[in-house]
C-alpha cells in the first residue's frame, strides 16, 4: 500500500507545507538523509501556542505534537515528492514549552511519535530526544525536527 | 583490548538498557551510524531528580551526566551486540535541567564526555551540545543523546 | 571564487577557533559530515552574554547568534583546512537564552542562517531549528551547532 493509501485509510489529510519563518529551508536531503528543519504545531491553520503545565491541556499538548509530526510528512511530500520514498524515520527531536514543574515531554512527545508507527509502521519506529523549554518560536507550544532516511528516487 | 575487557577494567558495570518511556526505540542504526535516543539517569535503579542550581550539587549532576552515558552504552551494546563495534562516538547532545543562573552545564556534561574518553580513548572524542533546560522528562537532573559511527557486524 | 576569498569580499575576519571548554572536540568527521559542537558567541573576543527578552537587546542577540556562526566557520577551517571542502551546510541547531515571554528566536538565529547564506551561497541553505532556552553554558546568549557535508580531501 502506499503512503498516501495508508493516510488516507488512516483519515489524514496533510496541511499545506509551512513556509520556514526565517532564513532557511524546510528539509535539507544530503547522502540519504533528510533533515526537516523544526516544525511548529498548526491546528486547522491556527498554531497552538501556550505552555504545558500553564495554559495548554495535556490533550492539546499531544495534539499540538502529532501536528508537528503532519507537518514533517507534508514538508517531506513535498521535498521528496513522494512519502514512499521514506525509508525509515530516524531520529525526533521534540522540545516542549514547559512550565518549570511539567515533566510529561515523553506523553505530549508521542503525538508526533505514535503517527509516525501509524503512518510507516516498523520503519516509522524511531529514535527520540524530548526535552522541556521555556518557551518556542512565536510562542508555540511544541517543536519537532527529524532525520529521515531515504531511498534513491 | 575489547571494549568489555576495558569497562572491567575501569571496574564499570553497565545497567540493564532502559525501555523506552514511550513511542519509541532506544536505538536506530542506519547508514553505519547509531542514533541513540535521550538517556536518563539511573543511579542505584534510581532515576536522579532535580535541578542544577537549585537543588542538585555539582557532584551530583556529573555523576548523573555520568548515568546517561552508561545508559547510551548498554542500549547501544544491546542494539548492536558488542561495544566493539563502535567506529566513533561522533556526537552526545547534553540537556541539563537548569535554574536560571546556573552556567555550569559544560562542568555536568563532562560526566558523559569523559566516559566515552574512558571507554573508547581516541574514538571516544567526540563532539557536544550542552545546554540549560528548565525541565526534562520524569523530572530527570540530565538528558543525554548521541549519534555513534560504527563498523559493519 | 574561493570561500576565503568570499569571505575578504564580505570583509568577515574569522575568529580564533576557541578551544572547547569541556572534555570534547570541535569538530567530528565521519563519513562526508562534520559535526560541530555548539559555539558560543565571541564578538571582539568578549563572550556575549545574556537572555533574550531581558537584558539582551534584539540586535545584539542577531549579532551574538552571527558570531556563533562565524565560530562554526572558524572550527571548520581548523578541522577541515579549506572552507572550500564545504559541500552543503546541512542543519543548524539554535538555541536562544530567553525569557519566559520572548517568542522571536527564529529572528535571532537569523544571524547565524544569513550568514551561511552569504558566504556559501546555495550551499549555505540549511535546515534548522531554534528553541528558547533559560540559560546557556558560562550565560551565553545564544548557542549554535552544526551539520555540515563536507567534500573527499
Known amino acids: 500500500m502506499s503512503i498516501d493509501a495508508r493516510l488516507a485509510e ?9 513556509a520556514p519563518v526565517a532564513a532557511y529551508v524546510p528539509v535539507v536531503v544530503h547522502g540519504g ?5 523544526g ?3 498548526f491546528v486547522d491553520g491556527a498554531l497552538v501556542k501556550g505552555r504545558l503545565g500553564e495554559n ?5 499538548g499531544v495534539a499540538a505534537a502529532r501536528a508537528c509530526g503532519l507537518m514533517i510528512l507534508a514538508q517531506l511530500k513535498a521535498a521528496l515528492g513522494s512519502l514512499d520514498r521514506v ?4 531520529k525526533l527531536g521534540a522540545f516542549v514549552s514547559s512550565s518549570a514543574d511539567f515533566e510529561g515531554q515523553p506523553k505530549i512527545a508521542n503525538g508526533a511519535s505514535e503517527l509516525m508507527a501509524d503512518v510507516f509502521g ?7 530526544s524530548a526535552v522541556g523549554v521555556p518557551v ?9 525536527d527529524a532525520i529521515v532516511a531515504i531511498r534513491a528516487d
Not at 136 to 144: K, S, T
Open 87 to 90: 525509508e525509515r524515520v530516524v
Open 33 to 37: 538523509v533528510a533533515y526537516v528543519s
Open 10 to 18: 488512516l483519515g489524514i489529510e496533510l496541511p499545506v507545507a509551512a
Open 122 to 128: 516498523e520503519a516509522g519506529k524511531h529514535a527520540r
Open 39 to 41: 516544525q511548529l504545531p
Open 56 to 60: 495548554v491541556p495535556m490533550e492539546d
Open 136 to 144: 518556542l518560536p512565536l510562542g508555540a507550544a511544541v517543536e519537532v
